[in-house]
């Protein structure tokens, strides 16, 4: 069964803590995404990448950060230098084609920090 | 600076009839634009990809336009049912592998 996978599903974190969300795709695709979603706002951006070992900063990537080690796995990082870090995380992956690349979600990750 | 604008509002519409939703966008010049839906606490699902050159895009109850003059993509379900009911956001492509999103439109197709 081949897809994205994202856990945990729900994630509480007290302030002051750096959490990991897990991300792992078996598409065999090429690059990788981290969006973040906020009510009312589109998807933003916070990293991607494009091959293994290699990944750059998106449009809001203060306070995150991500590693990519191997082809199916890109963790996010959220830590305590994110000021406003509750929101719906989601991860995507995609072949890497520039002219008709098309995303795959997973099914998000739900962060509120108490 | 670059934006997208999606229909503000939500739309409600009754079972059969055809939901149309806007996305226009400034400063950026796409070479291709998609749609996704979303449904409540899931990840956008891909639905349809248009590229610049392209007018009209169809599959199956779904339509979508793209017209590069003005800057703006249709997004139209026809014989709507309440299976339809969802948030579809657009998105743009960047000229680098990344894609910008609109907000969305929640669409409810009322019974």
């Known amino acids: 069964d081949g897809g994205i996978t994202q856990s945990p599903k729900y994630l509480f974190r007290k302030e002051g803590q750096n959490v990991t969300l897990s991300c792992e795709q078996n598409l065999n695709h090429d690059a990788m995404y981290w969006y973040r979603q906020d009510p009312g706002q589109g998807l933003r951006l916070i990293y991607y990448s494009q091959i293994v070992n290699d990944f750059q900063k998106g449009d809001i990537a203060e306070g995150y950060s991500v590693s990519r080690e191997k082809k199916e796995s890109f963790p996010l990082t959220v830590t305590s230098a994110q000021k406003n870090p509750t929101a719906f995380y989601l991860c995507a992956s995609s072949m890497g084609q520039v002219d008709t690349d098309t995303q795959y979600f997973g099914p998000g990750t739900r962060l509120t920090v108490l | 600076s670059q934006k997208i604008e999606q229909n503000s509002e939500a739309l409600n519409i009754q079972e059969g009839k055809t939901a149309t939703l806007t996305c226009n966008y400034t400063?950026?010049?796409?070479?291709?634009l998609q749609w996704y839906r979303q449904d409540p606490g899931r990840g956008p699902v891909f639905l349809l990809l248009i590229r610049e050159n392209e007018k009209e895009k169809r599959k199956e109850r779904l339509k979508v336009t793209f017209d590069t003059t003005l800057k703006q993509s249709l997004f139209h379900i026809t014989a709507s049912q309440p299976a339809d009911s969802a948030t579809y956001l657009c998105a743009l492509d960047r000229n680098d592998y990344k894609l910008s999103f609109g907000a969305g439109t929640t669409v409810t197709v009322r019974a």
């Open positions: 400063n950026y010049s796409p070479a291709y």
